[in-house]
């Protein structure tokens, strides 16, 4: 993975709003509403920037802990992956 990894996530009453680098747009709303047992449409993912597609930009755990501390804070939670990290959390 060349490119960092981040993501902003907040909660508006049982709707998660996900700003993220993401690939994947409809994979991510999906795993991420089968994970916290809410509707699909209840979760909506905007990915403006992917950039060059080279940091393997698909769901890893840091999504679901971020939007799982946005929850518990009720407040927005922005996780951002150091260097190392992505090369420890993300695969390919």
Same mark, same amino acid.
Request: net charge neutral; no cysteine; aromatic share 8%.
């Given at each position: 993975?060349?490119?960092?990894?981040?993501?902003?996530?907040?909660?508006?009453?049982?709707?998660?709003?996900?700003?993220?680098?993401?690939?994947?747009?409809?994979?991510?709303?999906?795993?991420?509403?089968?994970?916290?047992?809410?509707?699909?449409?209840?979760?909506?993912?905007? #990915?403006?920037?992917?950039?060059?597609?080279?940091? #393997?930009?698909?769901?890893?755990?840091?999504?679901?802990?971020?939007?799982?501390?946005?929850?518990?804070?009720?407040?927005?939670?922005?996780?951002?992956?150091?260097?190392?990290?992505?090369?420890?959390?993300?695969?390919?």
């Amino acid at each position: 993975a060349i490119e960092l990894h981040a993501a902003t996530l907040a909660w508006e009453g049982n709707t998660l709003r996900i700003h993220d680098t993401v690939q994947a747009v409809a994979h991510e709303a999906w795993s991420i509403a089968q994970a916290f047992g809410i509707d699909e449409k209840d979760v909506h993912v905007t #990915s403006p920037y992917v950039g060059g597609g080279f940091g #393997s930009k698909t769901l890893w755990q840091h999504q679901v802990l971020a939007a799982a501390a946005a929850k518990l804070a009720q407040r927005p939670v922005r996780m951002t992956l150091s260097r190392e990290g992505v090369f420890r959390v993300v695969g390919g």
